[in-house]
């Protein structure tokens, strides 16, 4: 897996981990992402390495992988038949998400070499933070918090089947902690530490590439069925990309609120009220018969 990283300005105190989306490149991304200016200080430099030196920003760039839609190899983190419904062939996108949340574990623990886990940060735009999220259910205990844009679920009708048929709160936890390829040790029940990582999500209500509506299902299972703390910042525009300066503002804002001792003085430290949606979704419907045979097949096979 290569990297591109953007330094610390002062001293290091956080890093965020942050993917790009499909058929990118952490370069390209890196690049265009930190073009993305907030709205305050103005007369000031606005982007996020201005706004928070002591933060390491990472950048890892997915594999070249065979997509069966399109029948070539692409840059991508999982194969998916469609990032509009998601849960369409869900089963061409194990393998290869697999062996991401598998990288992706390994880089976090390569981090911590320099900060202690709880002051890392787990991100990503489109099928990166469709991965990222997986990452932490699979082995996310104790990370700082989640900023995800414009993106979906994996295994979202999945998780609503465990929820139904789980007697407890561990017991969905550690069935969720199975699909997305993790392990759970019996001396550290995940749920309380999965629960107390807050989530930043944005998503733009004309973002043609990703619908909202994959956002806000998103949402409605990680906070009505699983409990955790995530927060959907909608824009009327914006695209499949952050929303200027607004959607800056808000991780601007979601950052402040996290962090602590960023090494930066209280007037540097930018306060933006953020606008959260309204939280009521309501639920997708079912797919066809075949991806539910899929489903049910896999739901199997994690019970």
Known sequence: MSIVTQREISKHTHTVIFLHGRDSDAQEF????????ASEPAGRPRTLPDLFPGIRWVFPTAPE?????????????FDIWSVEDPE???EIQMDGLKQSVT?????????????PRQNIFLGGI????????????ANGQGLAGLIGLCSWMPFANLIEDLKASSANDEQLSNAVQRIYFGHQSPEEPSSPFLRSTPIFLGHSIDDDTVPIKNGRRMWDVLVRSLGLNAQLHEYADGGHWVKEPQGVDDIVDFLNVTVRNLGISHDEIIHVESTIRPSACPMMPRDKNTANQTQAQLTANIL
């Open 30 to 37: 890196a690049d265009e992402f930190f073009e993305s200016e």
């Open 65 to 77: 992988l065979y997509s069966k839609r399109f029948d070539t190899t692409i840059s991508q983190w």
């Open 88 to 90: 369409e062939q869900v």
């Open 103 to 115: 990288a992706l574990l390994e880089l976090i623990r390569a981090e911590e070499i320099h900060v």
């Open 126 to 137: 489109s099928q990166g933070f469709a991965t990222a999220l997986s990452t932490f259910f």
